[in-house]
């Protein structure tokens, strides 16, 4: 397993206050992949992106246990490097969260926390993230402008551009379109499609037709059990597990 | 129908209060604006103060109250930073942080004036000058830095409160991003936290400076003085301080109806001075609440 | 991401900032434990050296001394005497008079604001007690002097210009914010679930406000009275003007009256250092911290219980 490129979680549990909120779940995806993530609230959908970046260090009482990789080293060990993972697998949340800053230095803020300060260097980066995540045209004369000033589509693409900024290795979407219009998502979906050559993306999203649109793989999560996982049309068209086959023919959730 | 009575009571109390304030006030507004002009302010007490201005006790509360401020403002914001982005949540030391700075608030101010006296004065000042200056003595009397410092830890628990009331209106989320984009800490906290926190910092700050600016009891021997020839220019220098200045006139006046002008209107300017400063804060403070109103 | 080669130096600093953080979070604890040890040490030759304890001991300071002066205070006079007892009298008539002055009111206007008042009477009202709490308590002392005692001397008919009744009154004024500010916050924090539950069943606001809210909100209304009192007995500046100053062994609220923090304040600026005067003063500090800080133990438990009893039970 060493040496492989991508993310690979290994019977991952995660139990707070005497619950589980994840049970043995294993999954993988690849540089060149999107993995959708599927499943109704409380799944567990949002406490694995927690996880897998490490933002779950700031939630206290939870039990984590399992293996995490990343291209082959450890992630969730107490010695890892966890600023440096985070910048290796980038979060977008699902509410759009622009800092309080001009759209310039809500970008800015990762690499130059990285060290990056020259403006030279980070315009030319954010050319590309902006283009990468479809916003360029709309900003490129207004960067110094207020982030807030933006519509929530906007919003959330600005954020998406803001994790590319770091050039991730891995991009995590928790719900990216949870509240946004056609548009916007449709905008986003397209910005992913794109992504997908350089990096592993993994979607976790409430609405199945976008897993199904976007997705390579698709896993489903169900009370923190996995209970199916595997290639998006075979799940989509020949389910194995009859909760799977009623979630997304919408029975139920 | 009883009800309605004890309701009417309840307001009677509220108009009783006001009452009070609005004589307070008035009668202070009313007598200290006669003798007031910029002669009184900017000139220094003559003819054993019943005569001439406040000026050496306006430089002096100023000089004070900034001392005190650059100790008690990285102290006290560091103690916020610590309660609130550090310290596991509902920890042991975290209740007990907070309940010594509950307690240091309600500690007498008198007893400031006498821990003052035997830490600074006594302990920290002598030991400055038995170990730096060979017993001369320079810093182990009264002097401005030790009534500044005595002040700076009476006005801690104003500065910890408002900085924490400040830093929980800011969102989780703004948090959660900057850690997510890869931000340590302190990164964390220096470019996301502190930027947002300014106006609480500023609001603790100014209600230190107006709670500072009016204290008496501590600073009675640790460096206030009676009457001083020249103003205050070195650390271990005493200073005259418009509180200290009023308690004198009224108390030690050689002709009380002489100095009654001058009285009132030193308590006018400092009464001005601390309310100024106070509405800036609530101001503030207002401002701040409603964003956290509108976030939540 | 290539990392710039100041990293390790800035990781250094960050380092120090970090832990220079986590220190100065003990200050609090730290200032604390200093005013009770430095406080404390200058007290303590009163148990220990035989030299102070010649002139000033425990049972000099609380016991009677002799037939005809019993319990005197008398620090500077041919034969210093050192009873604290009538010290203690004159603190405890005057805060009694300014907490009868003050808890009452202060409630009372607690009351009103937050279960009666229209919304923008009570953006009125507390700004209003705000300013209270922001006068000086050297002002408050100021004008109790020069103009309260005269109209208080004639209205209760007394002697003495400057006297118990006086300096309680001026005292209750200082004591009204806390009192006001702390029962407030304990009122409102009552959830609206019980008001209109009430309200439902028939009851009228007044009813609402003395048979639900005010129980409801108990704790927090003793931990205000509390908090008014630990401040009455440590307060300095108004009783140092406003109450006369005579150390008299007796109870009665027109007669002048001299508290243990305006004693310490009168003194110590002329007091020897190391003197039996000078450690009876501290050991009055010491008596004074250790009270009020027993008296916010309880404010604190009470409050505890408020917010155990309003948000952790339902």
């Known amino acids: 397993m060493t040496g492989q490129k991508g993310l690979q979680i290994e019977e991952l549990s995660i139990r707070a206050d005497g619950r589980d909120l994840l049970r043995s779940v294993s999954l993988e995806v690849r540089p060149g992949e999107i993995l959708g993530i599927i499943g109704p609230a409380g799944s567990g959908k949002t406490t694995l992106l927690r996880c897998l970046n490490r933002l779950a260090d700031l939630d206290e009482g939870l039990r984590i246990s399992g293996r995490v990789f990343l291209n082959g080293a450890s992630i969730l060990g107490r010695d890892a490097d966890v600023v440096g993972i985070r910048r290796k697998i980038g979060l977008v949340f699902p509410v759009p969260t622009p800092l309080p800053l001009s759209i310039f230095d809500n970008l800015a803020f990762g690499p130059r926390i990285g060290g990056i300060t020259a403006v030279e260097e980070l315009r030319r980066m954010m050319e590309s993230s902006l283009k990468s995540a479809y916003l360029w045209e709309e900003v490129n004369d207004r960067l110094n402008e207020p982030a807030a000033n933006l519509s929530g589509g906007q919003q959330q693409r600005l954020c998406l551009a803001r994790t590319l900024m770091l050039e991730p290795e891995i991009l995590l979407l928790d719900e990216p379109c949870s509240g946004l219009d056609p548009i916007s998502t449709a905008q986003i979906e397209e910005a992913l499609k794109v992504l997908r050559k350089d990096m592993a993306i993994v979607l976790v999203t409430n609405n199945v037709k976008q897993a199904s649109r976007v997705a390579d793989k698709t896993a489903f999560l169900l009370l923190g059990e996995l209970v199916e996982f595997a290639p998006t049309r075979e799940l989509f068209t020949t389910p194995r597990d009859k909760r799977t086959e009623d979630y997304i023919t919408g029975r139920f959730g | 129908m009883i009800g309605i009575f004890f309701v009417a009571l309840t307001a009677l109390c509220c108009l009783i209060i006001v009452a009070l304030v609005a004589v307070i006030l008035g009668d202070i507004a009313w007598f200290g604006w006669g003798s007031l002009n910029l002669q009184f302010l900017l000139t220094a007490p003559q003819q054993g103060m019943t005569e001439g201005g406040i000026f050496p006790a306006i430089f002096g509360t100023v000089f004070l109250v900034l001392l005190m401020t650059i100790a008690v403002i990285p102290l006290g914001v560091m103690t916020a930073i610590y309660l609130h982005e550090y310290a596991p949540r509902k920890s042991m030391v975290i209740r007990w942080i907070r309940l010594a700075i509950e307690n240091l608030a309600g500690v007498p101010a008198i007893v400031f004036g006498l821990f003052g006296l035997g830490f600074f004065i006594e302990f920290v000042g002598r030991g400055i000058d038995r170990i730096f200056l060979d017993g001369q003595l320079a810093f182990g009397q009264p002097a401005i830095i030790w009534a500044a410092l005595t002040l700076a830890l009476l006005t801690l628990p104003t500065v910890v409160v408002a900085t924490e009331e400040a830093l929980r209106a800011i969102p989780v989320s703004h948090r959660e991003v900057a850690y997510s984009l890869g931000a340590t800490r302190l990164q964390m906290v220096r470019r996301v936290v502190l930027p947002q926190a300014v106006g609480g910092i500023l609001t603790g700050g100014i209600l230190a400076v107006s709670r500072g600016a009016g204290e008496v009891a501590p600073i009675l021997f640790t460096g206030a003085a009676y009457f001083l020839p020249y103003l205050p220019n070195k650390l271990n220098d005493q200073f005259m301080e418009l509180g200290y200045h009023i308690y004198v006139l009224a108390t030690q006046s050689p002709d009380v109806e002489k100095t009654k002008p001058i009285l009132y209107s030193t308590v006018f300017v400092l009464l001005v001075l601390t309310f100024a400063l106070n509405f800036t804060a609530i101001w503030i403070r207002s401002r701040i609440r409603r964003r956290l109103r509108a976030e939540k | ?314």
């Not at chain 3, 806390?178 to 009552?190: F, H, P, Q």
């Not at chain 3, 250092?273 to 050991?283: I, R, W």
């Not at chain 3, 133990?297 to 339902?314: E, S, Y």
């Open chain 3, 1 to 314: 991401m290539n990392r710039p080669k100041t990293m390790t130096r800035s990781r250094f600093a960050e380092g120090a900032v970090e832990w220079l953080i986590r220190a100065s979070a003990f200050s609090a604890i730290v200032g604390l434990f200093l005013i009770f040890i430095f406080i404390g040490k200058e007290a303590l030759p009163i148990l220990t050296s035989p030299d102070v304890r010649k002139e000033a001991n425990i049972s000099k300071l609380f016991l009677p001394q002799d037939q005809a002066h019993p319990y005197s205070w008398q620090p500077v006079s041919e034969i210093p005497k050192y009873s604290i007892l009538p010290l203690f009298v004159g603190t405890l008539k005057m805060t009694l008079v300014a907490v009868l002055f003050a808890i009452p009111l202060a409630l009372g206007a607690a009351l009103f604001t937050s279960e009666f008042s229209p919304g923008w009477l009570k953006e009125f009202i507390k700004p209003i007690i705000e300013l209270l709490a922001g006068i000086p308590s050297v002002v408050l002392g100021f004008f109790a002097l020069m103009v309260m005692a005269s109209y208080v001397q004639e209205l209760f008919g007394i002697v003495y210009r400057l006297n118990a009744i006086n300096a309680g009154i001026a005292l209750g004024l200082a004591v009204i914010p806390i009192v006001y500010t702390v029962a407030d916050d304990a009122l409102t924090s009552v959830p609206k679930s019980y008001r209109e539950a009430s309200m439902a069943m028939g009851a009228s606001p007044w009813q609402t406000a003395w048979r639900v809210v005010f129980p409801a909100a108990l704790p927090g209304i003793l931990a205000a009275c509390v908090l008014g009192f630990g401040r009455a007995i440590g307060e300095t500046m108004i009783v140092l003007m406003a109450s006369g100053n005579a150390a008299i062994m007796s109870w009665n609220l027109a007669k002048p009256a001299r508290s243990l923090s305006a004693t310490i304040a009168a003194e110590l600026g002329e007091v020897v250092v190391g003197s039996a005067h000078y450690h009876v003063l501290f050991f009055i500090g010491i008596s004074l911290f250790i009270f009020t800080f027993v008296l916010n133990m309880f404010a604190h438990w009470f409050v505890a219980r408020l917010q155990k009893k309003v948000l952790g039970t339902i």
